[in-house]
C-alpha cells in the first residue's frame, strides 16, 4: 500500500493576530510547541509518509517562507494555488498530481497544515487504519474525531452502518450546531468533521467526475496546467463538493487529542499550562495570576495578579484582550486603523 | 519678600517600575503630562520663583540627567547629597546655602520634585499666603491638602487655634491611619500632610539648633563642605526631626489637586482619562475596555475588552498587572529575576 500525504496549508487568516497576518499565517507560527505549527505537522507524518511522498499545497506568497522552514520537502512536492479555489479543487489538483507520479492505487491522506494532535502515533495508527477501510471498500475515509466538549465550532458526523475495522458508513453530516443542538450531537455519539481524510486517488478522482461539475471538467481541460485548472474551477469545499454528494463516504473514528488551534484560548488546551492554568512561550514571568495565554516573540513580559487574559507581544506591538474575547479578535480587528491591522 | 524655592529630587524607587528604575526615577518620567514631573514642577513653580532663585537637591547620579531635562536651572543651583540623609538634613543644607546667598529674611518654598497639581494657579496662591503666614509669625508653615478620600497612604495634620490669614496653629500630626480610621479623620476636617513647606531661612535653621540634634551640630562643625555635612547628620524625616518639635508650626489648607502620583493607578486621577475611564499616554489604541491605566514608551499597544488593568510597556519589557495589584509592585518586584528587576 503506497501511502501519500497532502497537506493544505494556504490558510490566512486573522484569529492570531497580531502573530498572524497575511504574510505570516497561523500554520508558520510557533503555536503548539516551539516550531512552526506546519513543521509540526510534517513532523508528525513523517514516520508514516516520508517527505518525498508529501505534498504541500500553498499559495504563490507562502512558498519561499514554507521552503525556508521545511527545507527536507522536495520542491517538487511544494504545489501553489494562483488563487483560493476551495478544498475539492485543492485535493483534486493533489490527487491528479499522486495519480501522475504514482498511479490509481495510490492512497492520499489529507490533512491540514494547522493542527495540534497529541497523541501522534494514534494519530498515526488512525490513518493507517482508515487507509486500510479506504483500500478495501473503495471509499472515501473521513477520520471523525470522539468529541471532548460540546464545540460549536464545528461540524459533526453521524456514522450509520458498520463496515469492517470499526468504520461506518456516514449517515449524514451535520452542519454547526448551536451550543444545545451540540450537546445532543455529543450525547447522540456524533463525531466532529475534522477534515482528516483518506482514499485512493483513483477513487477519489472518479467521485469528482461523477458529482463536482465545480471541478471535474477543468481538471479535463487543463491538461496538468496548474494555473488554467484553479482559473476554470468554481471554488467548493471538499465537504460540499464531493462528500456530501458521494454514496461511498465512511467514517473511522479518532481519538488523539485533535485540535485545530482555533484561537489563543486554544493554546490553554494544546500547550502545556503551569499549576496555576497559566499557559506561556517566550520570557514570561508570572506571578499569583491564573488561567492566562501569554506569547512573546522575543520581550520580557511579567503577569502580576491578573486572570483569564491573552498577552501577546511580538516586535512593536503588545496586545492585551481576555480568552473570551481573543475568540472574536475580527470585531476588534476591524476597529484598528489599518498601519497595526495590517502588519508585516 | 523674597521667595525662594528648594525642590526634593532625589527620590529613587520602583513603584512605578518598569519605567522607574534607580537610574531613571519617577521624577525624570513624564507621568503626569508629556513633560518629565521634575519638568512640570519646575514650570509650576516659575510665575512664582524664578530659576535662579530655585535649587534642586538631588544625588550624584541623577546630577547629569537633571541638567538635560532642566537646561535653564543654573548649575550653581543643582546640590548633590553624597548619600540618602533624610529629609531634615536637606532641608537644613538647602536652608544654609539660601542664607548664603540672600540672608535670613528669605522665605523658602519645599517641594517634591515628583507631584502632580492640577491647578497651579491656586497652589501658587497658596503659597503666597503660606508665606505671608511664615513672615508674619516666624512660623513653620505646612501647606494641608483639604482630604479628596479617606487615603490611608499620608499623614494627616490635626489644625489647633486659628491666627491671621485663614492659618492655624499644627495641634497634632497623625501617623498614616487604617481605612476606619481615615474616614474619622476625613470628617473631623483633617488635612493631608502634603509636604510642602513655606518658612523663612533664619526661623526654620534656628528651629533646627534648638530641636534637632541628628543635623544642627553637623551644620556647624561643616563650614559649608556639603561632603562633610551629610557623612556626619543622622538620617530623620523635617517631620519628625524638627516639625513635630517645634512650637512655631502652623498649617495653611491647600486645595489644588494636589496628588503625590504614588502609584500607577494615580494617573487615573492625573491624567486626563476618555468616556470609558481608561487612562494612556503613548501609541495606545482601546476597544470596548474600561478603567485601564496603559503607558507605553513608544510601542503601540492594544487593549479590547478588558477592565481594571495597568500595562506598561518599555524597550524589550512588558508589565500586565490590575489597579489594585499596582500599589503593591514591591512585592512582584522580590519575585523577579535581577535581571529584570533591575532595568537601566
Known sequence: M??????????????????????????????ASDHPLLVDTLARLEPLVPAERTLVLTNVELRD???????????????????????????????????????DEAIMVCVHADWSIADPDAFRATLRRAAEVAALHHGLVTVGIVPTRPEIGY????????????ARRVATFVEKPNRERAEELCAEGCLWNS??????????LAEVVAHTPEVAPALAAS???????????????????VLERSHRVFVVP??????DVGTWASLARVRKADADGNTSSGPVHVLDARDNVVHSEGNAVVL??????????RDGLTLVTSVERAAELKLLLDALPAS???LP
Open 254 to 259: 479518532g481519538d488523539f487529542g485533535w485540535d
Open 195 to 204: 477534515g482528516i481524510f483518506v482514499w485512493r486517488v483513483g477513487d477519489f
Open 155 to 166: 461540524g459533526y458526523i453521524r456514522a450509520g452502518e458498520a463496515v469492517t475495522g470499526g
Open 223 to 241: 491538461a496538468g496546467d496548474a494555473e488554467l485548472f484553479f482559473r476554470s474551477v468554481t471554488p467548493v469545499s471538499v465537504d460540499v463538493g
Open 65 to 103: 517562507p514554507i521552503q525556508a522552514i521545511a527545507p527536507s520537502l522536495p520542491a517538487a512536492n511544494l504545489l501553489t494555488e494562483p488563487q483560493p479555489a476551495g478544498t475539492a479543487a485543492a485535493l483534486t489538483w493533489a490527487a491528479a498530481e499522486i495519480q501522475r507520479r504514482a498511479g
Open 304 to 313: 502580576y495578579g491578573v486572570e483569564g487574559l491573552v498577552v501577546v507581544v
Open 2 to 31: 503506497s501511502l501519500w500525504a497532502v497537506v493544505l496549508a494556504g490558510g490566512v487568516g486573522s484569529r492570531f493576530w497580531p502573530l498572524s497576518t497575511p504574510t505570516r499565517p497561523k500554520q508558520l507560527l510557533p503555536l
Open 340 to 342: 497595526l491591522r495590517d
